[in-house]
C-alpha cells in the first residue's frame, strides 16, 4: 500500500512564500513522476507544476518563474516552493506521484495526497 501525506500549508499574505513536502511511503518498488496539483472553490483541479525522476520539470503558466518544484528520489519526497504568492494561488494543494509497485514495478498507479490548504489573504 502506497501513502502520499503532505505538510506544509496555511495562510500567507500576497508576496509572500511557502514550501511544501510530500512524502510517498509504502511498498514502492519507483516513482516515475511526482506533481503538484490544485483545486480552488468552484473550479476544477489543475496541475501546478511536475517533475520526472531524471528531473524535468513542467509548470503551469499562471506558476512559471514564481513556484520551484524539487524532489528527493533517495527518500521519495517531493516539494513546491511558493514564492510571490497571489490571492489566486488561493486552493487546496495536492500531491500526485505515479509508482510502480510489485516485484519489478510492474504495477504502475497514480496516488494522491489528502490535500493541503493554501490562502493567500491580507
Known amino acids: 500500500q502506497v501513502q502520499l501525506v503532505e505538510s506544509g500549508g496555511g495562510l500567507v499574505q500576497p508576496g509572500g512564500s511557502l514550501r511544501l513536502s510530500c512524502a510517498a511511503s509504502g511498498r514502492i518498488f519507483n516513482i516515475i513522476a511526482m506533481g503538484w496539483y490544485r483545486q480552488a472553490p468552484g473550479k476544477q483541479r489543475e496541475l501546478v507544476a511536475t517533475?520526472?525522476?531524471?528531473?524535468?520539470?513542467n509548470y503551469a503558466d499562471s506558476v512559471n518563474g514564481r513556484f520551484t518544484i524539487s524532489r528527493d528520489n533517495a527518500k521519495n519526497t517531493v516539494a513546491l516552493q511558493m514564492n510571490s504568492l497571489k490571492p489566486e494561488d488561493t486552493a487546496i494543494y495536492y500531491c500526485n506521484a505515479w509508482i510502480g509497485t510489485g516485484n519489478l514495478g510492474q504495477l504502475l498507479s497514480q496516488y494522491w495526497g489528502q490535500g493541503t490548504q493554501v490562502t493567500v489573504s491580507s
Open positions: 517533475i520526472t525522476s531524471s528531473s524535468n520539470t
